[in-house]
């Protein structure tokens, strides 16, 4: 398939009475699968930093919309906003992330990249997953970067990244994270729930404000081509029961070996789960204090 932009993909869809939460979606691809969905008709929940963002964003393409502050590095900000949804949910896009981040940063004895990433979307559909509709369909971020994942694939002995680091390492280890979380859930939806995962293209974004001297190393794409692929998903009639699949330029794509690997798959669940747990425990335990 040529590559087309978000906009022609989804020429003729009508989205009225469809509700879509996305996450990022103040800039880059997030904000642009946002415009156009929700000119298709969809009323529109979204997520970023601040409560500002979020209602400039939303108010800029829809009169039908739910602005939430989420900061994606905080567990309590995830919290406060996953409280604040109550409706049903038909098409929820897990978007925001971070890329490159030069100096080695944790959020709740987590690496930056795997917090951000996966972690906190993790804890985002989860939790959310009950009010997806019985058609409802999740689509994960992810990227090609998965690939620079080696070795065993995550490191789960040191998520704190407290060995050498490098940028696009942790990275790409958080995007494979991305779609080893959506094999994991697409065994746990109902019969006619679907999550998939996408790489949307090397898009020339906001994504790249950590290392912005390497924009030039890529022949980058315009975010109307790179949130194309999220919207194919996010809606075509052709894949009403393509569930657990990883997405390149609108058609399946072929993920590393690792994305295969039912231990690692396994294994990043309770991981995740353990997190959301232990960090929950603490928080009421200092809230006790």
């Not at 900061?71 to 929820?92: C, H, Q, R, V, Y």
């Not at 971070?98 to 917090?115: G, L, R």
């Amino acid at each position: 398939m040529a590559r087309k932009t978000a906009e022609e993909i989804t020429e003729g869809i009508n989205l009225n009475g469809k509700t879509v939460l996305i996450t990022g979606c103040n800039s880059g691809i997030g904000y642009e699968t946002m415009r156009v969905l929700a000119a298709k008709g969809a009323r529109i929940i979204g997520f970023a930093r601040t409560i500002e963002k979020a209602s400039e964003a939303c108010k800029s393409v829809s009169k039908n919309y739910l602005p939430i502050a989420c900061e994606m590095s905080s567990f309590k900000s995830i919290g406060n906003a996953i409280s604040k949804i109550t409706e049903p949910i038909d098409i929820l896009i897990a978007n925001a992330g971070v890329m490159a981040i030069k100096n080695k940063t944790t959020y709740h004895n987590v690496e930056a990249h795997m917090f951000i990433n996966h972690i906190a979307h993790f804890s985002i559909v989860t939790k959310l997953k009950h009010l997806l509709t019985p058609k409802g369909r999740i689509i994960v971020v992810s990227s090609a970067a998965h690939s620079f994942a080696k070795g065993k694939g995550l490191n789960f002995d040191d998520l704190e990244w407290n060995r050498k680091y490098t940028p696009y390492s942790a990275y790409g280890h958080s995007k494979l994270a991305n779609i080893l979380f959506v094999k994991g859930l697409s065994t746990r939806l109902s019969n006619q729930q679907t999550v998939n995962a996408i790489h949307p293209g090397i898009v020339d974004s906001d994504l790249w404000r950590h290392v912005p001297e390497d924009r030039k190393k890529y022949n980058l794409v315009g975010v109307e081509y790179g949130a194309a692929t999220s919207v194919f998903v996010a809606t075509s009639s052709e894949l009403d029961n393509v569930t657990g699949e990883y997405f390149m330029n609108c058609k399946i794509g072929k993920p590393s070996q690792f994305s295969s690997d039912l231990e690692l798959i396994q294994k990043l669940w309770n991981v995740s789960e353990e997190i959301l747990k232990t960090t929950a425990n603490n928080s009421n335990r200092c809230a006790r204090l």
